[in-house]
C-alpha cells in the first residue's frame, strides 16, 4: 500500500513545516492519539505549525468535529517524542498521530464534544482500516510515554471507539478494596505484573521491584483501561482488567 494514501475525512490541508523522513522506510503501524492541552484551540494550532515548536502531527480536530490535515501521512511527524511500545523506541516512525483540541488537564481536562469524537472515530477508523493497524496499537500519548504525559486523558471515551470498531477494550473489573501492589513491594508478584505489562506492549524493565516507572506504567495503564481510578496503585481491578485484556486481544491481523 502507497504511503502517500490520506485520509478523506480532513477537511482542509493547514501544512506544518514540522516533519521528517520516517526512519528505515517504516510504515504507520500505529495512532497515537492526543489533546493539546491548551486552552484555545487555536493557538494550539498555531503552535503545532510554527517552525520554533518543533512539535506537530498529522491532523488536528477542533472542537466542532472539523479535521484539518497538518503533515502527510508519508512523513514523520513530530508528536509522540521519547516514548516505546512493543519494544519500538522511535513511534514517530512508524506512527500516525491526532491532535485533538482540548485544554486536558491543565484546563480542568473537560469533556469531549460529541461533534468532535464523531470526527475522531471516523478518521481513526479511516486510518486503521487503510494501512491495517492492529486494534491493540490505537494508543493514546500516556501509554507509549507514561509518566511523561497523560493525555488524551482518563475521560477520552475509549469504550465508544472500541464500540464503533477501533481499538482494544475489555470492560474494566469493579474497584473495590482488597490486596494490592504499589511502590517500594518486591518479588516475584510484581516481576509477574511488570511481565504481564511488558507482553501487552507497555515499555518497563522487569526487575521485581515496584519503582518508580512501574507506578508510571500501572497508572498509564489505568487511564486507559481502568480510569474510574488512577493512582499508580495494582490493585485487583487493574490486574484483572490487565489479565481479561491479554486474554481477549485479538490477532495482529485485526483492526477492532
Known amino acids: 500500500m502507497s504511503l502517500s494514501t490520506e485520509s478523506p475525512v480532513a477537511t482542509k490541508v493547514f501544512p506544518s513545516p514540522n516533519h521528517g523522513e520516517r526512519k528505515d522506510g517504516q510504515r504507520p503501524t500505529m495512532v497515537i492519539l492526543h489533546y493539546t492541552g491548551m486552552p484555545d484551540e487555536g493557538e494550539a494550532l498555531q503552535w503545532l505549525c510554527n517552525p520554533v515548536s518543533q512539535v ?36 514517530n516512525s512508524c506512527s500516525i498521530g ?54 488524551p ?41 511488570q511481565a504481564m505489562l511488558v507482553m501487552y506492549g507497555y515499555g518497563l524493565r522487569i526487575n521485581g521491584v515496584f519503582d518508580e516507572d512501574t507506578e508510571k506504567v500501572v497508572s498509564a495503564f489505568q487511564r486507559h483501561f481502568r480510569p474510574e481510578r488512577v493512582d499508580g496503585v495494582a490493585d485487583a481491578s487493574t490486574i484483572t482488567t490487565l489479565r481479561d485484556l491479554i486474554a481477549k486481544r485479538p490477532s495482529s491481523s485485526t483492526t477492532a
Open 56 to 91: 506537530s502531527a498529522h491532523y488536528f480536530v477542533f472542537g466542532d468535529g472539523r479535521v484539518l490535515h497538518l503533515v502527510p501521512e508519508a512523513r514523520r511527524a513530530w508528536h509522540a517524542g521519547v516514548s516505546s511500545w512493543d519494544g519500538e523506541a522511535d513511534v
Open 98 to 151: 491526532i491532535e485533538i483540541a482540548n485544554p486536558g488537564h491543565p484546563g480542568g481536562l473537560p469533556p469531549y464534544p460529541d461533534a468532535q469524537i464523531e470526527s475522531v472515530i471516523a478518521l481513526t477508523k479511516d486510518i486503521v482500516t487503510r494501512w491495517r493497524i492492529p486494534a491493540t496499537r490505537v494508543l493514546g500519548h500516556s501509554d507509549v510515554a507514561p509518566g511523561r504525559k497523560v493525555d
Open 153 to 193: 486523558g482518563e475521560l477520552f471515551p475509549w469504550k465508544r471507539l472500541h464500540e464503533a470498531g477501533i481499538g482494544h477494550w475489555v470492560p474494566p473489573a469493579s474497584v473495590s478494596d482488597g490486596r494490592f501492589f504499589s511502590r517500594g513491594d518486591q518479588g516475584m508478584p510484581i516481576e509477574a505484573l
